[in-house]
């Protein structure tokens, strides 16, 4: 830390009313049962960066089918240095700008939700923002992070994000594996790095 910034040129102060945040945030997350018989379509989001240019990458797929049904990006500004486990301060502009105008039934937000060390990670709080159901997906857990709040799926590590339990995430999850890992983020994550799912 120098002058009182971290690594990461946040001021350490800053981050010490974030984490606090955050944990009373996580009160507010709900875990559910979600009837997965109802579930139409599924959403997933992820964002790439160049420079100080983020492309944030949506796509809607059919479910359980998986079949290609929508897909935009939409480009900002970087606004927040990339911090472990502040992710969101990051990730939530470029992802909200995907997300404007579509419907969906559940999101996959390429990022933990309830796995996180203070409860609260990326997918719960666009779940939040959003009010829809979201699954945290992430492709390794945080450290620290209890075994219980996550399920290994393939390649992925599943959690809660809001408005679903575990249980249903994993059985949204299942189905849409591609080579171990869902498919709609294999999708978003081609299109946020080269333009096209």
């Not at 470029?94 to 997300?99: E, G, N, Q, S, V």
């Not at 579509?102 to 937000?109: A, G, I, M, N």
């Amino acid at each position: 830390m120098v002058n009182g910034l971290t690594n990461y040129g946040i001021r350490r102060e800053k981050l010490e009313l974030i984490a606090p945040l955050q944990r009373r945030l996580a009160g507010r997350v709900v875990e559910r049962p979600l009837d997965v018989s109802n579930v139409k379509t599924v959403a997933a989001v992820d964002v790439s960066y160049r420079k100080d240019l983020a492309r944030a990458a949506f796509v809607l797929c059919s479910f359980p089918e998986c079949e290609l049904l929508r897909a935009r990006v939409v480009e900002a500004e970087v606004s927040a240095s990339y911090i472990p486990t502040y992710f969101f301060l990051r990730e939530t502009g470029p992802i909200l700008l995907a997300l404007r105008g579509e419907e969906f039934d559940v999101l996959l937000v390429e990022g933990h939700g309830r796995a996180h060390p203070r409860g609260y990670g990326l997918a719960s709080h666009i779940g939040l923002l959003t009010g829809r159901p979201t699954v945290g997906v992430a492709k390794r857990p945080l450290r620290g992070v209890p075994e219980e709040l996550f399920r290994k799926v393939g390649k992925a590590y599943v959690s809660v994000g809001h408005l679903i339990d575990l249980e249903s995430a994993v059985r949204i999850v299942e189905p849409l594996l591609e080579g171990s890992y869902p498919r709609p983020l294999k999708l978003a994550d081609r299109l946020s790095k080269r333009g096209e799912p």
